[in-house]
């Protein structure tokens, strides 16, 4: 028969200390927010600046196009009066020069109504200014630190809205967002830093 001590019922029954896990803290989305703070700014320039790039080229071929049109009308009337078709019988590369420059002011008025620069300025325009206000919420956000499970459900409302904003968005051009990426410094060092221990509002 197997006698028990009173000694030996205790070491059976002693356990080791069992590690609590460590309640969740804001300070765990630090790396997350601020690569997402990144990507707004680096998409708000991005959009404004192709905002920039389409409304320079609208106002530049429709100024090419007023200043030739203005011009070709005068030139054709007088180029069909008797005493100047008789100067030009022997110089014909001046009617073809501007025979070809009717041709062009056509081609740039049918790439205007084509690529349609305006309408696409003002859409990356809007979509500059929704990143924006995603910054600028973000950085509030950031500052405020509210806790663990409040920084959850507003990292969940900002991934829904940057999904839609990024499905609404016209696409940036890959060579003016690359500039931006280059040219950009990132804000991340505007972040406050994040630690480990730091613990406000957590609770």
Known sequence: MTICSWASFGDAVTA???ALASPPSATQFGPLLSDWLRRFHNLKRAHFRAAWHFELRHRRYGRITIALSTLIPPVLVLLGTPDTR???TGLPYIV???G????IVGAIGSLQ???RDSERAEKHRVAGSSFAKLEADLELLIAIMPSAEEMAVKVSEFR??????TGSSPVIPERIFSQVEQEIETPSALLPRLNVGDRRNDT
């Not at 070809?100 to 041709?103: G, K, L, N, Q, Y």
């Not at 829904?160 to 904003?165: E, I």
Request: charged share 25%; proline share 5%.
């Open 16 to 18: 080791e200390p069992v």
């Open 160 to 165: 829904d809205d940057w999904s839609r904003l």
């Open 96 to 98: 073809l020069a501007v």
């Open 86 to 88: 008789e100067i030009l």
């Open 100 to 103: 070809v420059i009717a041709a």
């Open 113 to 115: 109504v084509f690529d």
